[in-house]
């Protein structure tokens, strides 16, 4: 029902209740109809079937697989490895995932409350949870509203519902009724909304709608909506269902081959379990989280918070930027930038010449004692925001009010739009009027308001907000001041206008976004021609064919034609919370990765929605910090940009340990593979494989993530969401590197069992060896091994050498060789295997020059 469009006696019949509210009978009986005034959770998992379902993995599965066959047949330390590495990649995506469910647990505390509320006449004190539809509650500042409530009574009320429109300024409210049909909250100034705040006056309302009924309800039953897989957890599970499948059939096809030709049954499962063991890089899961969370710590520093790990890659995915404009976009802040007075339109710094004349002079005094703004200890200004404003251009002229002393008012109200304010100065009693220019302009006697309303409308137009001002002289104080009798016959002075402008970053990080290949989109809970104006100057608007849209008419829009406009539709104005989950899902629809920015409660289903959720660190409330992905410390869009930059470079540098370790997998794989085929004994043990994939390989890749950016980084297109971990050469690199690998252990073993050499230990040392000259290789797409960048990442030489050290401690010292089986070589042999190692790593050099030879080359093609 349009509550808004109701009168009060329309109103309170629709609800069977009256001015004085319900009896204790009546609310009783509704409240059995109604149930309480709380919000439902939806069905939660346990936490035993949340940490099972992290099991649930088919590479997970296949390892635990392996771990009980190798315990089965009497290979305890392969099994106690592989069930560390499995348990502790679960309780990480516990931990995740646990921390999720937080979201509707805050929402549901911010709605507790006590509230005094009208039953048998007289006003209770009772648990918000208690009221039923058609009870009148009291509302007075400091209050937080309890219900959806329709306005029967407003002295001076205000509310802040920044937690469900966005938009920080408090609404005056009034208690007529309204026309239009389908108004955003924001316009609906009859009504009071459940979790918003009381600022200023009192008032009452009876209640329309309780607990899940409630705006607050509606957003609630939005948060339960699934959130959105990471690019990343995409590419994975599709990667990992492949490889699973991949080494499940070469298991059975080495297992089968084996037993045809006779071989131990033992032995064959042993080598099977080695080979999925070879497949899977066991490492992988916790070099990407530890990477995830390296990239989490640093980009603290420049003020973003991530709350879930998978938040830092998909960054690097991220197409389109919603962002909410005030605070984010703009200072959060409003200034005026155009005075008009003497029938001139002036710059703010432009009145210091002409200071001193008369209408000017006085209109400056005019908007410094007209306010209601005071200045604390630290000589801040605290009120209004628009009040604010017009202080600070007061003091910027060095306007002095000792001598105007306040001797009466006429305060601010809704339905006059107008403050009037008494002084006395030089034994002469004044008054100041200010509000809505339409107004003001009625009560003036002294002009013809043609031109003043067309400068109204001019400075409109270009989204500020105007002010009227004016005075009258008195010749005594009044005792009773009355609106009919002291704000008419008026003299204009002029008018103000300002805007709440953008910050001063945001132009060259919106242009960043455009080189990038990111797409920024405001969504405001403003009007439209305010957000307009404020997207053109710092260009989102940039182009004809670029729409501006309100809620009102999105809502008109069929889906379809939704659909096909979404991507040409660049500000949203006075949208709704299903909106903005509908802009979020048409995106994804069309195939898009979208960041969300919000602060209010009504951002949070689509903040959980979103790819990357991202809630205000300063103006937040606590649910959407919950239901965000990652947290803005300073609330700016330019931060925005910059975690964009980590996430690119942290999503490259997680592209090259996944082509460092599948490249060793590989290697590994066709060793074990080709070595019997060809008549060689099986080269690797499981434990010689899982030190390869977790140690010589794991600590070079978690160094990885400090790879510094590469220099295009944000000079080319959001990577494809769909790409593949293989795109780009990466999966021809991890096959024929394999290969090579493969084929110079393979020789080596042939060379060294001919030489009678220790042949097992010598292939385990050139595998580890080629793999560290191999991450010194990849670690930059396009600079060469050999360039000044070689140190620039220290913790990965750290990396690289501890690696080696400690491989030379397990082949040397006698108590690990028999852990590891391993057997300390000769001098002869040992620079062999560094040998060999080093041709390797000379291989991989030249192919990496010649193919940016070729990419430069293709560049230059025109086609």
């Known amino acids: 029902m349009n509550w808004h469009k109701l009168t009060i006696s329309e109103t309170l019949e629709s609800l069977d209740t009256k001015p004085q509210g319900l009896s204790t009978k009546e609310a009783e009986s509704k409240l059995l109809m109604t149930g309480p005034n709380e919000l439902l959770e939806g069905k939660k998992k346990s936490i035993a079937i949340m940490l099972l379902y992290q099991f649930k993995d088919v590479m997970i599965l296949i390892l635990l697989i392996a771990a009980i066959v190798a315990g089965i047949v009497g290979d305890l330390t392969d099994t106690i490895v592989i069930l560390v590495i499995v348990l502790l990649n679960a309780l990480l995506g516990f931990y995740q995932e646990y921390r999720a469910e937080k979201a509707m647990q805050a929402l549901k505390q911010m709605a507790i409350t006590q509230t005094s509320v009208m039953r048998d006449g007289e006003f209770v004190t009772l648990p918000a949870t208690a009221l039923v539809p058609g009870d009148v509650v009291l509302l007075e500042a400091g209050n937080s509203v309890p219900a959806d409530l329709r306005i029967i009574e407003s002295i001076s009320l205000k509310i802040e519902e920044a937690a469900l429109t966005g938009e920080s300024n408090a609404i005056d409210k009034t208690t007529d009724s309204l026309e239009i049909d389908d108004l955003p909250i924001g316009d609906k100034k009859n009504m009071a909304f459940k979790g918003t705040f009381v600022t200023y006056g009192r008032g009452k309302g009876v209640v329309i709608s309780t607990g899940m009924q409630t705006e607050l309800g509606r957003i609630a039953l939005m948060l339960q909506e699934d959130e959105s897989l990471t690019p990343l957890q995409q590419r994975m599970s599709s990667f990992g269902k492949k490889l699973s499948i991949l080494v499940l059939f070469l298991c059975i096809l080495f297992f089968l081959a084996g037993w045809l030709r006779g071989e131990d049954i033992a032995k064959m499962v042993l080598t099977s379990i080695s080979l999925a063991v070879a497949a899977i890089p066991e490492a992988l899961p916790a070099v990407i989280t530890i990477s995830l969370a390296l990239a989490a710590k640093r980009m603290i520093k420049f003020n973003s918070l991530i709350r879930k790990l998978p938040a830092v890659e998909t960054l690097g995915s991220v197409t389109y930027i919603c962002t909410d404009k005030t605070g984010t976009l703009t200072k959060n802040k409003m200034y005026v930038e155009e005075i008009f007075v003497n029938g001139h339109l002036y710059e703010r710094n432009a009145l210091t010449p002409i200071k001193q004349q008369g209408d000017v002079n006085l209109l400056l005094y005019a908007i410094a004692l007209n306010n209601d703004v005071v200045e604390d200890n630290e000589k801040k200004l605290k009120g209004d925001s628009t009040e604010i404003a017009l202080a600070e251009l007061a003091r910027d002229y060095h306007i002095n009010t000792q001598n105007w002393p306040r001797l009466a008012e006429i305060p601010f109200d809704a339905d006059r739009k107008l403050m009037t304010t008494f002084h006395t100065h030089e034994n002469k009693i004044i008054s100041f009027t200010k509000g809505a220019p339409d107004v003001l302009l009625k009560r003036c006697g002294n002009i013809d308001s043609t031109l003043q309303l067309e400068q109204v409308d001019l400075m409109a137009a270009k989204g500020h907000r105007v002010l009227g001002f004016a005075y009258r002289y008195w010749d005594e104080i009044p005792s009773m001041p009355n609106p009919v009798l002291h704000e008419s016959d008026l003299h204009f002075l002029g008018l103000t206008s300002m805007i709440d402008p953008p910050r001063d970053e945001v132009f060259d990080a919106v242009a960043e976004c455009k080189t990038a290949g990111i797409v920024p989109v405001m969504i405001t809970g403003d009007h439209p021609i305010t957000a307009k104006t404020i997207a053109q100057r710092i260009g989102i608007l940039s182009s004809e064919s670029d729409i501006v849209i309100t809620g009102q008419q999105l809502a008109a829009l069929d889906q379809d034609i939704f659909l096909a406009k979404v991507e040409k539709i660049k500000v949203y104005a006075r949208v709704s919370p299903e909106q903005k989950l509908q802009i979020v899902k048409m995106l994804q629809q069309k195939g898009h990765y979208v960041a969300m920015t919000g602060d209010g409660v009504n951002d949070a289903p689509s903040l959980k929605r979103a790819n990357i959720g991202i809630a205000m660190g300063i103006t937040g409330t606590d649910v959407s910090k919950e239901a965000s992905h990652m947290i803005l410390l300073d609330d700016n869009f330019s931060t925005i940009v910059k975690a964009i930059r980590e996430g690119r470079r942290v999503y490259d540098n997680i592209l090259k340990f996944i082509k460092y370790l599948m490249t060793t997998n590989s290697s590994e794989l066709l060793t074990l593979l080709l070595g019997p085929i060809i008549g060689l004994p099986i080269a690797l043990l499981p434990i010689h494989i899982l030190w390869i994939n977790l140690v010589s390989d794991g600590l070079p890749a978690i160094s990885l993530s400090f790879e510094k950016a590469e220099q295009d980084v944000m000079n ?148």
Request: proline share 5%.
């Open 716 to 863: 080319r297109p959001p990577r494809p969401p769909k790409e593949s971990v293989f795109a780009g050469g990466r999966g021809l690199h991890m096959l024929w590197v394999g290969i090579l690998m493969a084929g110079v252990a393979l020789s080596l073993q042939a060379w060294s069992i001919r030489n009678g050499l220790h042949w097992q230990t010598i292939v385990f040392n050139f595998l580890c060896l080629s793999q560290l000259g191999h991450v010194m290789v990849i670690r930059r797409e396009s600079q060469s091994l050999f360039s000044k960048a070689f140190f620039s990442n220290k913790p990965l030489i750290v990396a690289v050498s501890t690696a080696l050290v400690l491989q030379l401690i397990i082949t040397y010292t006698p108590y690990f060789q028999p852990i590891f089986k391993t057997e300390a070589l000769s001098m002869h042999e040992f620079l062999v295997v560094g040998a060999v190692s080093f041709l390797v790593v000379l291989v991989v050099e030249t192919e990496k020059i010649i193919s940016k030879r070729l990419r430069k080359e293709n560049s230059h093609l025109v086609f």
